[in-house]
């Protein structure tokens, strides 16, 4: 396996492999990689020749007051993840290579970032689509894969692509949990062991809703019981993100709330 630091050195090694016929699919991710972002490598290399995995910890997608500094690291086992997977390059570019001191240009979708994660994260979305829009200059793939653990992200992704003419296939593969149900994430090292067990609170009530039992409140309430702060419990046209209606193909049910300092994200699909 490949490790490269630098955004010249990562878009050639692209240009060379198209020029062997070979097709790239990308996995972007902030690291400290689990199961969760195994699954899409693994899906990664049965849609493309080379799967190419970046590990970017992304300053413009976190807040003034969110948890930069501390999100977990680990290069050294993500290398060893990325290498017992077969990952072709492991694409890891400095901040400083990443944003200029002077950087002033950014990518900006206008409405399916709104709701959710929009409201509670100004900005966020902002980041998001920056950076993955960067990353995709410097990988050059022909497919990128992305969680469904992060529903409203690959949706608004899925319409920058289009609205922009990125030449990438985007697939949205699905939510990895825990045996317990609690939906797999970075973030999980930072529960204590109460924390978590209380934060299973989120996953059962999810994964006990049925399209006839519906009510923000309900699960709110459940949420605030089991000593959680709900960030949002929304309700929506999983396509639209808008409110449901009739001709809704999918609803989708998206948590975020609190474990101590701890942000959870977790969402489930339903069919009405
Ligand atoms: P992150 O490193 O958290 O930014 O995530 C990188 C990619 O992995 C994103 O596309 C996430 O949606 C995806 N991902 C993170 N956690 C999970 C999970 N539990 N199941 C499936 N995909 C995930």
């Known amino acids: 396996m490949k490790i490269i630091h630098t955004i010249s050195e990562m878009q050639i ?4 492999s198209h020029r062997s016929g070979l097709t790239i699919a990308a996995v972007p991710t902030m690291g400290f ?4 972002h195994i699954s899409l490598i693994e899906r990664a290399n049965s849609e493309a020749d080379l799967t190419i995995v970046s590990v970017f910890v992304n300053s413009t997608q976190f807040g003034p007051n969110e948890d930069l500094d501390r999100y977990p690291r680990d ?9 017992q997977h077969n990952v072709a390059v492991l694409f890891a570019p400095e901040n400083t290579a990443m944003y200029s001191s002077d950087h002033s240009t950014w ?8 709701p959710l994660c929009g409201n509670s994260r100004p ?4 980041g998001v689509t920056t950076v993955v829009a960067k990353l995709f200059n410097a990988i050059l793939p022909d497919v990128a894969v992305f969680g469904q653990k992060d529903a409203q992200q690959a949706l608004v992704i899925r319409r920058m692509v289009r609205d922009l003419n990125f030449p990438v296939r985007i697939i949205i593969a699905p939510l990895i949990r825990e045996d317990d149900g609690l939906a ?10 109460d924390e978590r067990s209380r934060a299973l609170v ?22 605030s019981s089991a000593g959680g702060t709900v960030d949002y419990v929304e309700i929506l046209d999983a396509e639209t993100l808008r409110p449901v209606h009739l001709e809704t193909v999918e609803i989708l049910v998206a948590v975020a709330a609190f474990f101590g300092k701890t942000r959870l994200i977790d969402n489930v699909i339903l069919k009405p």
């Open 184 to 193: 797999m994430s970075s973030r999980n090292r930072f529960l204590s062991a």
């Open 107 to 114: 990518v900006t979708e206008e409405d399916l970032s709104r």
């Open 75 to 83: 290069f050294k086992r993500d290398c060893e993840i990325c290498e």
């Open 123 to 126: 900005g966020h979305f902002r």
């Open 202 to 223: 989120i996953s059962q009530t999810l994964l006990s809703l049925t399209p006839e039992n519906l009510d923000t409140e309900v699960i709110k309430s459940k949420i």
């Open 33 to 36: 990689l689990h199961s969760g």
């Open 13 to 16: 090694f692209a240009q060379n």
